[in-house]
């Protein structure tokens, strides 16, 4: 089996690719033109799997790709994915998250159409939640240009498995995290920032809303949710969450206390880092995931937090003896 992956320098691309690889798949990355390499999170894997340049920007490079490689399975991860940017940026947020969907699906149709292909949805779609908890049926009402981005990749998604028979599924993932978090994401920002305060690099963490809830899980756990939705016969969106809620303030007191240090003394909260729209509160309900796919998570947040933490404080602890 042949999968190729876009976003593969990204967080879930490097689990996924490893996950796959211990399948037995062929691995390729689908990676964009940059002056200078970004394979860090791929790094150990690099030689085992075959990265091939392509842009979402750019449909014939999506049509040449793919017809080369003819996968068996398509998982489309990339996207710009951090919610702020989406403020600063939101045409280009629209351009990578929204129309690139649809110039993969399009590449597909064109000259890989027998593909299964993976739709990387977002719990940022439900925004201003219409439901408590969010399942596959509760109403969108994004809050921010990549939330509504999302939306219509999803739809789309749909849409092309409905007028074209592709073998097309969306998972709405919800917050997942990994000491392979991109650092501006709030619970890396935390971990990252903790250790740097316990290792005395620096005195202060600067957060915005920390009543903010999100349902987090470990990306590890969620990559195998992404892999079993194309294993099925029948396509279908399936939401990925751990069922449970907590707030940033939770998780900076998790990570905190795991350090034993002080959150009066050290964290500052900053308006400058509060959102245009916020979505104040996420909580999925993955009983479908659980039911056809047989699907759970594994790692709670207590147990990420600390992997989280641990990997933090020997990456840096190994920067400094560099320095040295
Ligand atoms: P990430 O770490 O930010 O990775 C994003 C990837 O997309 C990177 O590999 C990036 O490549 C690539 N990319 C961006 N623009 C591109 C373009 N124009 N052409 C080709 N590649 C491009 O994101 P992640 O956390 O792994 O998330 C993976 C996907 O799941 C994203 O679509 C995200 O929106 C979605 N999602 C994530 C979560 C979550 O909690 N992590 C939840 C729901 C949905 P560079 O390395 O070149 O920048
Ligand atoms: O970690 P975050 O930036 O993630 P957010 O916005 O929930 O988006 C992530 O999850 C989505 C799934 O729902 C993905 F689709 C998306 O690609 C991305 O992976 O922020 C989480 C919460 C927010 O409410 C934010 O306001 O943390 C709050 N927060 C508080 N202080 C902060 C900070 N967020 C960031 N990034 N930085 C802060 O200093």
């Known amino acids: ?35 200078t390499e970004n394979f860090e999170r791929i790094a150990h894997i690099k030689d085992k799997i075959q990265l091939r340049q392509a842009d979402l920007l750019d449909q014939l490079s999506l049509i040449k790709l793919l017809e080369e490689i003819q996968p068996d399975e398509i998982y489309n991860l990339a996207a710009m994915s951090f919610v702020p940017t989406s403020w600063s940026q939101p045409v280009l947020t629209g351009e990578f998250t929204a129309l690139g969907v649809v110039r993969m699906l399009e590449a597909m149709r064109q000259v890989a159409a027998d593909a299964k292909f993976y739709q990387a949805s977002s719990s940022e779609m439900y925004g201003k939640v219409r439901e408590v908890p969010q399942t596959e049926l509760t109403p969108f009402y994004p809050r921010s240009p990549y939330g509504a981005s999302k939306a219509y990749g999803h739809y789309i998604t749909i849409n092309y498995r409905e007028s074209y028979e592709l073998f097309a599924v969306s998972g709405i993932l919800f917050n997942h995290e990994s000491p392979r978090r991109g650092k501006e994401f709030v619970t890396r920002k935390i971990t990252d920032g903790a250790v740097r305060i316990k290792l005395g690099l620096t005195d202060e963490l600067r957060l915005g809303n920390l009543d903010a809830h999100r349902d987090w899980g470990f990306a590890g756990d969620y990559v195998r949710a992404m892999w079993l939705m194309l294993q099925q016969d029948k396509a279908d969106d399936y939401v990925v969450a751990t069922g449970k809620s907590h707030s940033v303030r939770e998780f900076l007191e998790l990570v905190f206390k795991y350090l034993e240090l002080d959150i009066d003394k050290h964290v500052k909260t900053d308006p400058r880092l509060l959102r245009p729209a916020e979505v104040e509160h996420l909580i999925g309900d993955c009983s479908k995931a659980k039911d056809v796919l047989g699907w759970e998570p594994e790692v709670g947040i207590e147990q990420l937090a600390q992997m989280m933490v641990d990997a933090d404080l020997e990456r840096i602890k190994k920067e400094i003896a560099s320095r040295d």
């Open 1 to 35: 089996m042949k999968a190729l992956i876009t976003g593969i320098t990204g967080q879930d691309g490097s689990y996924l690719a490893e996950f796959l690889m211990k399948k037995g798949y062929e691995v390729c990355g689908m990676v964009r033109r940059s002056s």
